[in-house]
């Protein structure tokens, strides 16, 4: 029985087994039209609208608040099944489960209330936190001002993914005083101008482009803080990947399920060996059990980290926060190396027709260069090898 409302209103999800039908029924309606809306770069409203309605956007609010607190794994396999869709739609939601886990973590109960119940009732919450121009990554010239009851916001933002969609857009910016908040700014705020000028060749319809800041008032009531998030130990990181790593691990067995497919459905009449079928070809059997083999780690990587990760939201200390982030590590690893990996090989063993732009088959590798661009996987590895030969912690931010 679909749990997706119809009447306009989003449904409520109970549990975590719920969650994961309501995102497999969605997976379902997304994929047939991924090739297309990809093709075309068609924004997916229709398909966000679906997506609030069906009550995922919820699934992580407490239960003390009306929602159905799933685990960590749930929230990974949600993003994964969504993905395998659809790698741009997989990535969408990414930034507004980030932004609920910051409101858990530093909210105040009044803000928590009001913000989840708008999360519960179907809003959607997108991001500018990256800025283009800084010195570093983590530097943010954004400012957030005091105005009397209030604040004024000035800035502007780039890789704002789900800014375009949103309701409301938690935005990072520093204070007065230098530290560093999460606004979470209406998306209808006057002087808030959302730029469609994503134009990157993969994750096409993510629309993640420039948010723009003119002046901007925000209630004191809509500022969390944020940097107190890594400040201490907490698991707003590790959470944030795991989410990344779920993107890439569905992009990955979407091009897997896509390749065999494809060879099934094929003859490779120029190989003189006598074989007829690709699927009796011993080259593609062994590469095709070769990433059977990668894609199945990569996935047990994922739950396991997944795993970390709820231990480390339940009790947060330095060293299950840490074990969190290694194990978020290594599955973000795994995960980028096979989803470009699959992309790859199913054009390779599909041969020229699988680049044919009715296939659009070669979304899939996009999506994953694209996407696993987020953050250098080098340094998960340098950070990997540093904590179990060096037995140093990992440093807490959103990268690791």
Sequence with gaps: MTTISHDGKAAVIKNDAEALRTAEQLAARFAPDAAERDRVRRL???????????GLGGITVPKALGGADVSSVTVAKVIALLARADGSLGQIPQNHFYALEVLR????????????AEALAGS????????????????????LRRDGDGYRISGRKFYC????????????????HGVLQLAFVPRDAQGLEVIDDWSGFGQRITASGTVAFHDVWVAAEDVVE????????TAVGPFAQLLHAAIDAGIARAAFEDLLAFVRGRARPWIDSGVDKASDDPLTLSEIGRLSARLHAAETLLEIAGERVDRARAEPDAQSVAAASIAV???RAITTEISLAAGSKLLELG?????????????????????TLHDPVRWKYHAVGDYYLNERLPPRRGTI
């Design 44 to 54: 997916p409203y229709a398909e966000l609208e679906l997506f609030s309605r069906s």
């Design 329 to 331: 590590a290594e599955a």
């Design 105 to 116: 973590v530093n909210g105040s109960p009044a803000q928590q209330q009001r913000l989840y």
């Design 351 to 371: 041969g020229a027709r699988a680049t044919l732009a009715e296939h659009n088959l070669d979304r899939h590798w996009r999506n994953a260069r694209t996407h």
């Design 161 to 176: 993914t789900g800014a375009l969609f949103a309701q409301r857009i938690p935005t990072a910016a520093v204070d007065d």
């Design 124 to 143: 959607r919450f997108g991001n500018a936190l990256a800025e283009l121009g800084t010195r570093t990554a983590a530097e943010r010239e954004t400012r």
């Design 226 to 233: 944020f940097q107190a998030a890594f400040d201490r130990p």
